[in-house]
């Protein structure tokens, strides 16, 4: 199977090893707007239409405000499309991609990673999603660095809040279902965020984003329910941990490391290419996609506007 990438900042070169483990796959060009020549023998294109004609597949890795031009583009080419989060950056750009992927016969999906990370894979394993929840995710790193600095304009990016963020909301709604209300907070600059979401099911999810942080990448879960507490800290040893009030002999238990033999980013894009040669859906589609990004929209809109929005009345309108 024949695959073009397009882009090839931080997460296309992630994309393009995980692609060179797969046998059954030749990534036949990359889309760049300032590489020329070959990237370890891949030809590069800067003309995205030449580019598109090389293979079925396509893997938009572009800036987020390019998504829906690119997007628009290869669906007229009856291109299937892996697209990496968030899958656009406004509500009319989300909506105007779901009506056109409804008309095509094209898959696609889109790479909300988080789901593919062995710890969080086992914390959504350990949680009942019938029983409330009370949840504090949190997710910093150092500003990040990309062409033009593009990511830090919030017009292009959608700040912190859709950049970073909307990995522990995609976690959150897998988890714990359907958000029903969310008041958000942040920073002038959008570089930090606090949001706390309501759930359907009762739970109560808190999430803090920040680009301010230079101690290196962090992600951390405190997940409580019922007589449970599982906690997540990706600079621990062990870092993920169950801990049990069921009897006074044992509290605690620990949940072993997971090695991971396959890397998240390779692990999506693997099932992404079996539902296309199998003839079978995407594990996390564009409508999926939307609700989360949708989310992190409104969240942005709480911060905005200082105030908490009901969900439930906005998802009605």
């Known amino acids: 199977m024949k695959v073009v990438i ?3 900042g931080f997460i296309g070169n992630i994309h393009l090893s995980a692609y060179q483990k797969m046998n059954d796959v030749e990534v036949a060009g990359i889309y760049s707007t300032t590489k020329t020549g ?3 023998g891949i030809p590069v294109y800067n003309d995205l239409d030449e580019c598109l004609e090389q293979a ?3 893997d938009i890795c572009l800036p987020t405000f390019m998504h829906r031009e690119v997007f628009e ?3 007229a080419k009856d291109k299937h499309i892996f697209l990496e989060k968030p899958m656009a950056h406004t509500e009319e750009d989300c909506r105007f991609m779901l009506e056109q992927e409804q008309r095509s016969d094209v898959k696609v999906m889109v790479g909300q990673v988080l789901r593919y ?3 969080y894979r086992q914390l959504k394993k350990n949680i009942d999603p019938e029983k409330p929840a009370s949840s504090l995710l949190s997710r910093r790193s150092q500003l990040p660095v990309s062409a033009k600095n593009w990511s830090l304009e919030r017009k292009n990016s959608g700040g912190v809040i859709l950049d970073l963020l909307l990995h522990d909301i995609d976690f959150a709604r897998w988890a714990f279902g359907p958000v029903t209300r969310i008041f958000a ?3 002038t600059e959008h570089y930090y965020a606090l949001l706390t979401l309501r759930h359907e099911n009762g739970s109560i999810t808190r999430l803090e984003g920040s680009w301010r942080y230079d101690g290196g990448f962090v992600q951390e879960a405190e997940i409580a329910q019922e007589n449970e507490l599982f906690t997540y800290n ?3 040893v062990l870092p993920l941990q169950v801990h049990k009030n069921i009897s006074a002999s044992k509290d605690s238990t620990e949940i072993p490391a997971v090695l991971l033999r396959d890397d998240p980013w390779y692990l999506e894009l693997r099932e992404f290419i079996d539902a296309i040669r199998n003839d079978r ?4 589609t564009l409508k999926d996609a939307y609700e989360s990004t949708r989310v992190a929209l409104l969240a942005m809109q709480s911060a905005d506007e200082k105030r908490p929005i009901s969900l439930v009345k906005e998802l009605n309108t």
Not at 281 to 284: A, D, K, L, Q
């Open 6 to 8: 397009l882009g090839y």
């Open 38 to 40: 070959r990237i370890e």
């Open 56 to 58: 079925d597949v396509v």
């Open 73 to 75: 583009k290869a669906v």
């Open 117 to 119: 990370f062995p710890e």
């Open 185 to 187: 907070q942040s920073d």
């Open 234 to 236: 990706s600079q621990d």
């Open 281 to 284: 859906p995407v594990p996390i």
